[in-house]
């Protein structure tokens, strides 16, 4: 399979999860498929989590976790979310990263170093982070980790589309109902839909009867009014607020 292949092949789980999800009704069957879905590029380790409030007991802010039972206990009680680098990064960062991104220095900052070692202990020396950061001023985090994960240009993208749904699905389930304050037109709501589902401009286009050129004007527009960075962070953030359903 030559890399093109590869890259749908990846675009098409994706979309394929995001549908699928919609259709579970408790957080253990999301991350069950999620976890599935990751072993297959080589990641054995996520975690679903609020990012760390000096409120909030960090153990609080996990939604879901795929950790080993010896590794969650270890890293809460040591309280090593103080001293992560990856979770610090999660704060500066909009878009994924693989953790030997995230900045530290290893001789100033040597528990912090201590933390990156002891997840390679745990056969998680490499990982990729989504970080999530939604209208309400809340911020959160999908992490996945493994011992050989392959971190592709198409399987990066997929990857980021299945942590963010995961991630709504789970806290919509694990929320109480809240009423929708719609903020959109009808027809960026429209619009972001067919961006949830993955078509591209020109599709929408074509699909909807007007011009490539109108559609990217409607998705800036949205993406404007939701404080959003790009499409696919609109779509997201249009889901989270109850804008556009799948």
Known sequence: MDQQSKDRYWANKALDFVDA???????????DLFAKELSECGFSAYLISGLPRPDIEFGQRVLAHGWSREWSELY?????IDHDPVARHCFRSIDPFEWNSAPYDREREPLAQMVMDRAADFQMPKGLCVPIHSPDGSSAA????GQRPIITPGVKPAIHIMALYAYQRIRTLLSPPRKPRKRLTEREREVLQWVAIGKTSWEIGRIIGTTERTVNAH???ASRKLRAANRTAAAFTALQLHEITL
């Open 142 to 145: 999908v992490s996945v980790a």
């Open 76 to 80: 809460l009680k040591e309280r090593w």
């Open 219 to 221: 998705i800036l527009a």
């Open 21 to 31: 999800i919609e259709r579970l009704k408790t957080t253990r069957e999301i991350t």
